[in-house]
């Protein structure tokens, strides 16, 4: 099984940017559908970004249009997430995941491997 881990978080002021990483272990990371999803206090998990084996991309436009960009380097074993225009909603935990599916899937009950998450707090 494949083993993620994040990095890249930490604080920024509202409007400002942060890029996040997630680099994998233990498996073949081109054949994975990759997803990053968050977690804010009090609330549930929630997708923001999903990119496939094949470059194929989803965003949840509601939060992360125009604003988060999801990118790959299978060369480097590692699934990015350049976030934008920050704002204190975008406060929360960024977990990274994996999926053997070759579809972009944005549930995450398709994601089998998880990293331990990295915190992303935007101040006001």
């Known amino acids: 099984q494949v083993q993620l881990i994040e990095s890249g978080g930490g604080l920024a002021q509202t409007g400002g940017s942060l890029s996040l990483s997630c680099t994998a272990s233990?498996?073949?990371?081109?054949?994975?559908?990759m997803g990053w999803f968050r977690q804010a206090p009090g609330k549930e998990r929630e997708y923001v970004a999903v990119?496939?084996?094949?470059?194929?991309?989803?965003l949840n436009a509601e939060l992360a249009e125009g604003r988060f960009t999801i990118s790959r380097d299978n060369a480097r074993n590692t699934v990015y997430l350049q976030m934008n225009s920050l704002k204190p909603g975008d406060t929360g935990v960024y977990y990274c995941?994996?999926?053997?599916?070759?579809?972009?899937?944005?549930?995450?009950?398709?994601?089998?491997?998880w990293g331990p998450g990295t915190q992303v707090t935007v101040s006001s």
């Open positions: 995941a994996a999926s053997t599916r070759s579809t972009a899937e944005a549930v995450a009950s398709a994601y089998s491997s």
């Open positions: 233990g498996g073949t990371f081109r054949s994975y559908t």
């Open positions: 990119i496939n084996r094949y470059g194929g991309r989803i």
